[in-house]
């Protein structure tokens, strides 16, 4: 059974940072991306980067390049988001994903966190 745990939420003034982590259990990950996506109040739940287990290899929302980095620890099987130059409008639920690579996000072999709370105040 795959577990996903995220941690590293919370109240963060514009400007700041965090760093969100999402340890992984249940399987060996290295056909799987990892991928953070985050959802803020009445939208969608959106993409915001994934990671390749195997090679590193990493994907952005275009409007996350440049403040949001994603990494990955193999062996402690975590990711992380780093998250810097936070702003008001990253407020949202952010929530850690696992997909096999030749799957689709949000298909039914994507497992998911919990997720973890992100307040940026201006």
């Known amino acids: 059974q795959v577990q996903l745990v995220e941690s590293g939420g919370g109240l963060v003034q514009a400007g700041g940072s965090l760093r969100l982590s999402c340890a992984a259990s249940g399987r060996t990950f290295s056909r799987y991306f990892m991928g953070w996506f985050r959802q803020a109040p009445g939208k969608e739940r959106v993409f915001v980067a994934s990671?390749?287990?195997?090679?590193?290899?990493?994907y952005y929302a275009d409007s996350m390049k440049g403040r949001f980095t994603i990494s990955r620890d193999n062996a402690k099987n975590t990711v992380y988001l780093q998250m810097n130059s936070l702003k008001p409008e990253d407020t949202a639920v952010y929530y850690c994903?696992?997909?096999?690579?030749?799957?689709?996000?949000?298909?039914?072999?994507?497992?998911w966190g919990q997720g973890t709370q992100v307040t940026v105040s201006s």
């Open positions: 994903a696992v997909r096999p690579v030749l799957a689709a996000w949000g298909a039914s072999d994507t497992y």
């Open positions: 990671i390749m287990w195997s090679d590193g290899s990493t």
